[in-house]
Structure formats: C-alpha cells, structure tokens
C-alpha cells in the first residue's frame, strides 16, 4: 500500500497571505489528524476529521481550519498568515479505530 | 493538560552500545502510547505502540515498557548502530481528552561508529 501522501512539500509565502496543504491518507483508512511542529512548541495536534467530520481540535486559533472529502483527503488552510506559522506540517492517518497513526512526510512551510 | 517530558534532549552513544531512552507524563491517565522514530527533514515513523491493556512491546532490538501508574514509559535499544541515529518521540492518547495524540519534544539520538 502506498503511504500518506503530503502536497506540496515546501512551501514559501508571505506574512499575510493564506495557504492550502493536501494530504492524501493510506487507502482504506478514514480518519486524518494534522500536526504542527516547531523547534520551540514541538509536536502539537491541529485537528483531526473522520468521515468529512471534524472530530478532535487543538488548541490553534481560527485562522487554522481544515476539511476532509468524501475519498478520505483532507485539506488545511491557514490564512492570515503569520512568522511564527513557519512550521513542519504533518499529517497522519489511522483506520477507523486504530490507534496507531501512520505519518507523510510533511510540508515545509516558511512565511516570510 | 497533559504533558510529556523526554530525558535526556540529546544522548550521543557509541556503537554496540545498550540505551535507555525515557517519557514520562504530568498526567498518568492514557489510553495508550506510541514511540517514533524521526529522520531529519522527514515525518514520523511509528516504532512501538503500547495499548492500555498492555505494559510493554518489543520489535527486534527495541523494547518498549509503560508504567501507568507512574506515568512512564522507557525505550530501550540494544547494541545500538549508527543507523538509528535520529530522534525518538513518545507520544500518549490522554483519556477523555480531545487531543490525538500528545508529544514530547524528542531525544536526539547520535550512534558514533
């Protein structure tokens, strides 16, 4: 089975602008958690969506927001742009229940 | 709020050397845990998984323990190799949370050949 897949890899935007991030999870799994990480924060969760529902939220402003399609693919936006969002964007997939997640390689994402 | 604490931030060993790499949690209330393991500039490869029935996992060198009770979980890495120089991050599913999963910020790890 193919992996989760991340698009695009790096990213680089201005203060102020907005930004899409696709992820793509394992076939067959249909729950997708995205994750932020930094040097100073770390990992934190974002969000997580399962059957195009919103299930789990972060602790992330509004400016942070995501969605999932029918076929499991999920989406983030981020507008407004801000320095401090320039981060490693991870997102994961799981099956239904199953607690392990399954990581893509990230988004690169550097606001300038 | 749950937290994760990762001892040592950086551990830099030489080869064939036995490891212990150490998590623990503000609080001891969770569902399960998992380590990762991440390469620089990649994602987060899933190493060992701990389930809240169970207290330890084991996948070839690597043994995985989770005390509950004290709200820890060791990873152990035996005759270590210059292969599994990277950072290794626990996380925990906190029960009746709303969070996935809850990071610590990792242990750098260096196996010197």
Known sequence: KAGVTQTPRYLIKT?????????????????????????????????????????????????????????????????????????????????????????????????? | KQEVTQIPAALSVPEGENLVLNCSFT??????????????????????????SQR?????RLNASLDKSSGRSTLYIAASQPGDSATYLCAGVPQGGSEKLVFGKGTKLTVNP
């Open chain 1, 15 to 112: 203060r102020g602008q907005q930004v899409t991030l696709s992820c793509s999870p394992i076939s067959g799994h249909r729950s997708v958690s995205w994750y932020q990480q930094t040097p100073g924060q770390g990992l934190q969760f974002l969000f997580e969506y399962f059957s195009e529902t919103q299930r789990n939220k972060g602790n992330f402003p509004g400016r942070f927001s995501g969605r999932q399609f029918s076929n499991s693919r999920s989406e983030m936006n981020v507008s407004t742009l801000e320095l401090g969002d320039s981060a490693l964007y991870l997102c994961a997939s799981s099956l239904e229940w199953g607690p392990t997640q399954y990581f893509g390689p990230g988004t690169r994402l550097t606001v300038l």
């Open chain 2, 27 to 52: 609080d001891s209330a969770i569902y399960n845990l998992q380590w990762f393991r991440q390469d620089p500039g990649k994602g987060l490869t899933s190493l060992l998984l701990i389930q809240s």
């Open chain 2, 56 to 60: 330890e996992q084991t996948s070839g």
